[in-house]
């Protein structure tokens, strides 16, 4: 009869490369478990260190220097001026802005456009854009101009603004970040002495 001494090594040799393999595996993943953890902990670190702040843009000052009603021919003229500033408050970064568009808008008449080049802000810093809209004459239908006129009448000219740019900047080694900033506000100006009436009007989260 043929012998089976040797079936009892063969197993335990299958058995012993088969728990090597165990090992290992279980050995790798902790590996892997272990770098994950530091990772994240190296970026939140690195978080706190830095302190990130996302840039945003927002209405500091306008003035409406001129409006103008004619009530023959049913035609508005306004000029008004808007300072719109970009504002970086990393102290580690640089942001770029770029895409800045704005619409200016009355009685949800689209009345002017208000773009910027690209543009960089210093690290913990801002830029200040005047943006003076001297608009073609507006024509006014019977209930727009009776808007205006109860606005006369209230002392209160209101203007829509609306757009946003995208802003880039980097985060030590946590890579380049990107983020849009939207304004979506009213613009308010007292109608007897032309003043811009101060409100909130920012993309800076709340």
Not at 104 to 109: A, T, V
Request: proline letters at 5%; glycine letters at 6%; one cysteine or more.
């Amino acid at each position: 009869m043929p012998s089976n001494s040797k079936l009892p090594s063969s197993r335990s040799a299958r058995d012993g490369r088969r728990n090597a393999l165990v090992w290992c595996g279980v050995i790798i993943c902790t590996l892997l478990t272990l770098a994950v953890i530091i990772a994240g902990i190296v970026i939140f670190v690195g978080y706190l260190v830095m302190h990130p702040r996302v840039p945003y843009v927002s209405v500091i000052n306008a003035q409406l220097d001129r409006i103008q009603i004619d009530h023959f021919n049913g035609f508005l003229e306004i000029q008004v001026t808007i300072i719109i500033r970009a504002r970086n408050g990393n102290r580690l970064a640089h942001a770029t802005f770029l895409h800045s568009n704005y619409t200016l808008s009355f009685e949800r008449e689209d009345i002017a456009q208000l773009v910027a080049p690209a543009f960089e802000v210093n690290k913990n810093s801002s830029v200040d854009f005047n943006y003076e809209v001297q608009s073609s004459p507006i024509p006014l239908g019977p209930e727009q101009a009776d808007q205006v006129e109860a606005g006369f009448n209230k002392d209160l000219i209101t203007f829509g603004l609306k757009g946003g740019a995208r802003v880039r900047w980097k985060v030590g080694r946590l890579g380049p970040l990107e983020f849009s900033c939207h304004l979506d506000c009213r613009l308010h100006f007292h109608a007897s002495n032309l003043s811009y009436v101060p409100s909130s009007c920012t993309s800076k989260a709340k």
